[in-house]
C-alpha cells in the first residue's frame, strides 16, 4: 500500500492558503504554506503508537498497512494535516518525501520546485529535529496616496512620517512619482500619520493596523496661505 500518493481530490498534504490584504488600490497578497509539523510529541503517535512512528532524522510516518482503518487519526492532528483516503481505506499526510530523501534526494521535492522559483521555502535541521518554521510573515502596511484635491494632482516627494502611538516609533518616506506612500511590515498597533509638503499646511492623519492593513485613501493637502 502506498504512503506517498493521495486521491487526485480533497486532500491537501501542501496546503497553501492565500489572503488579500488592504483594499483597492492599496493591495498586497500574501501565501501560507500549511503541512504536517513532524512534531516530537505528535497527537498521531500518542493516538496509535503502533501505527505511527518517528524516524531517526525526525520525519513523522504513519504505516499504511498498521494505520488502515484508523479514522480517528484525522480528528487527533491539531494542524488538520491528516486525511483520509477512502479508497485505501488509510489516513495519510505529507511524508516529508521520506521516500525520496532515502533514494538520495537531500530535500523534500515541495522544497526542491521552491528552490528554482525563488526558494519560499527551505529545508534544514534543528538540533537535528526537523520542524516547520514561518519566517518573515507578513505583519501590516500602511499605505495612502497625497494629493491636492483643488489643484486635481498628487503631490511628489511629500514627507510622510509613520508613529506607532503604543511605543512612539518613528518611519519616514516620500510619496513617489504617482503620490503614493507606503510603510510594509510595520508591527499591529494604531498610528499616527504626518504628512508635511513645501507650500502646504501639515495634515495628521489617525488610523489603525492593529486587525488589518490600511488603505488611508487620499490625503488631501491645503496650501499654506501666503
Known amino acids: ?121 527551505v529545508a534544514g535541521r534543528e538540533a537535528d529535529r526537523p520542524r516547520v518554521h514561518y519566517l518573515n510573515l507578513p505583519k501590516r502596511f500602511v499605505a495612502g496616496i497625497v494629493v491636492d484635491l483643488e489643484a486635481e494632482e498628487v503631490i511628489i516627494g511629500a514627507k510622510v512620517t509613520l508613529e506607532n502611538v503604543q511605543t512612539g516609533e518613528v518611519l519616514v518616506s516620500e510619496t513617489d512619482e504617482f503620490g503614493d506612500f507606503w510603510f510594509n511590515q510595520v508591527e499591529p498597533a494604531p498610528y499616527r500619520i504626518y504628512v508635511e509638503a513645501e507650500g502646504y499646511l501639515t495634515r495628521v492623519v489617525e488610523t489603525d493596523a492593529t486587525e488589518e492593513d490600511c488603505n488611508v485613501g487620499p490625503i488631501d493637502l491645503f496650501a499654506a496661505s501666503a
Open 1 to 121: 500500500m502506498s504512503t506517498t500518493t493521495g486521491p487526485d481530490s480533497g486532500q491537501f498534504w501542501l496546503k497553501v492558503d492565500e489572503k488579500v490584504r488592504g483594499s483597492v488600490p492599496k493591495v498586497k497578497v500574501s501565501y501560507l504554506v500549511h503541512l504536517c509539523q513532524h512534531c516530537d510529541n505528535a497527537p498521531c503517535i500518542a493516538a496509535a503508537p503502533e501505527a505511527v512512528y518517528k524516524r531517526d532524522d525526525g520525519l513523522v510516518i504513519i504505516d499504511p498497512e498498521k494505520a488502515a482503518g484508523k479514522r480517528e487519526l484525522v480528528e487527533v492532528c491539531p494542524y488538520g494535516a491528516i486525511y483520509y483516503n477512502e479508497e485505501l481505506d488509510v489516513p495519510q499526510k505529507c511524508t516529508g518525501c521520506a521516500h525520496l530523501l532515502d533514494d538520495g534526494w537531500t530535500v523534500p521535492r515541495c522544497v526542491d520546485v521552491e528552490i528554482a522559483v525563488g526558494e519560499c521555502l
